[in-house]
């Protein structure tokens, strides 16, 4: 029995120190890196899923432009004006947030996601420019 009244087991894994962590073999290999492996698979997930979201932003923003722009002509009587008004709103909405999102993605802008520091610079940095 160890100190704590409880019975200790002598069986241990092979390999695995006392502490719990896992040994490095001959080879160097961690079991810890398997984080470092699968981050590259999860940007590129990441990545898919901004950009298949972005194929179907345009088309839903334009079609709730045309149902709110045909509900208010009929609740007003004015025949194509709201129509009009709500496709075009809707087009402008949805390319810029497919542009965010793509610029997010790294398909467009260069972009990674951060936003980039004014020409001037920031109160951070004393208003240099950058």
Same mark, same amino acid.
């Given at each position: /029995? ?29 079991? =810890?890196?398997?984080?470092?492996? &699968? ?25 709730? =432009? ?14 194509? @004006?709201?129509?009009? @008004? ?6 402008? =909405?949805?390319?810029? &947030? /497919? ?21 001037? =610079? ?6 240099? &420019?950058?």
């Amino acid at each position: /029995m160890g100190p704590s009244g409880r019975r200790r087991s002598r069986a241990r894994a092979v390999g695995v120190p006392r502490n719990g962590r896992e040994a490095t073999g001959a080879g160097g290999f961690s079991g =810890g890196d398997r984080g470092a492996r &699968e981050r590259p698979l999860l940007d590129q997930a990441r990545r898919w899923g901004l950009i298949s979201t972005a194929g179907l932003v345009l088309p839903i923003t334009i079609v709730l =432009g045309y149902l709110g722009g045909s509900y208010l002509d009929r609740r007003f009587g004015t025949d194509p @004006v709201f129509l009009l @008004v709500g496709v075009l709103v809707g087009a402008v =909405g949805g390319f810029l &947030e /497919m542009f965010n999102l793509l610029r997010r993605a790294g398909v467009v802008g260069g972009g990674d996601g951060r936003r980039r520091s004014s020409r001037h =610079g920031s109160a951070a940095d004393g208003g240099r &420019e950058t």
